[in-house]
């Protein structure tokens, strides 16, 4: 029997799949789900004691089960750009007993990774619901339904707040920045280069030799004992996210800084900071404005070249020892 599938239909199959403990079917003729902690046999029996005659009114819901919910655990790791929490999960996934409550846990910890989760799993259980609702309409031999539309925008970015940078944000801003710079170390680290300490002192100098901030905003202190100005990044619960800082001079914006913290990364945090920031500059005051990215960051070179960035330079490293 065909029936219609509205909203608050798909809210109760959706509802209906993940009750593990229940037994549910969907009567065609009501437009409802049925069952729970009632027995399934009692439905079957009105209908064949309705001499069928209401054409098979009682359907199963779409198939979801542990290993399902598992399958996309896994799936829901595999898009996560957060390497820290995308790490953790995978730890918890990993474990045999009790794999779904350690899954459950180890999100908590990350509210807004939390939020993409919930956002990821609705999302792929309504197409599941839309897959197989289309499956019937073609055994019913009526055209299939578009699928379900993309949301747009972020849903998780909305919760942050962004806002000037303080002077009383130095301290994390500093803490932020030596975090940065440590897995800066750890991956050339890995590269087998060895240290690199001075590379940093070198690009560190570069900055300290620019002249004071030009404008009429007051200089902040920022990391790297500039001053300038910039941008910091905030949660839902005021927990410090990321920054960017800047120094400008003869018309020109050098981007000292853009760190976000690890449990953060992957949100769109890092673009986000990019383009306020841009957004409060002067036009008549900056013209052109000056980014490095690190090597281990290149993939961020997406987000630079929509906001219409082009490659100035290119800087190499050399630890001499190496051509031994």
């Known amino acids: 029997m065909q029936f219609e599938l509205t909203e608050a239909l798909i809210d109760d199959i959706l509802f209906s799949m993940e009750d593990q ?53 896994e799936r829901f790791i595999t898009q996560l750009r957060n390497p820290l929490v995308r790490e953790e999960l995978s730890v918890a996934l990993g ?26 799993k609705e999302k792929e259980m ?53 975090q940065c710079l440590e897995e800066y170390r750890n991956a050339l680290a890995e590269t087998g280069t060895g240290s690199f300490t001075g590379v940093l002192l070198i690009e560190s100098q570069i900055f300290r030799n620019l002249p004071e901030a030009l404008g009429d905003e007051p200089l902040i202190h920022g990391p790297g004992g500039l001053s300038g100005t910039g941008l910091i990044a905030e949660s839902a619960n005021g927990d410090f996210a990321g920054c960017i ?26 673009e986000a900071l990019l383009v306020k920031f841009l957004e409060t500059r002067d036009p008549n005051k900056v013209s052109q404005v000056f980014l490095d990215l690190p090597s281990w960051a290149e993939g961020f070179s997406r987000v630079v070249l929509r906001e219409f960035f ?15």
């Open 21 to 73: 403990n229940g037994e549910f079917l969907l009567d065609t003729l009501e437009g409802m789900v049925v069952g729970g902690v009632e027995s399934l046999d009692v439905f079957f029996e009105d209908d064949e004691a309705d001499g069928g005659g209401n054409g098979n009114r009682y359907i199963s819901l779409p198939e979801w089960d542990s290993a399902s919910g598992f399958r996309l655990m």
């Open 95 to 120: 474990r045999g007993r009790g794999v779904f409550r350690a899954f459950k846990d180890a999100l908590s910890r990350y509210p807004e990774a939390e939020k993409i989760w919930f956002s990821f």
């Open 126 to 178: 309504r197409r599941k619901i839309h897959r197989w609702y289309n499956g019937l309409r073609e055994e019913w031999g009526i055209e299939k339904i578009g699928d379900e539309p993309e949301e747009t925008g972020d849903l998780v970015l909305e919760d942050f707040h962004f806002r000037p940078f303080r002077n009383e944000d130095l301290v994390q801003a500093e803490e932020l920045h030596s």
């Open 245 to 270: 800082f800047g120094v400008e001079k003869n018309f020109s914006l050098y981007i000292h800084s853009l760190e976000v913290k690890a449990e953060f990364r992957g949100l769109g945090i890092g």
């Open 310 to 324: 082009q490659p100035y330079s290119v800087r190499y490293w050399l630890k001499l020892g190496d051509r031994e």
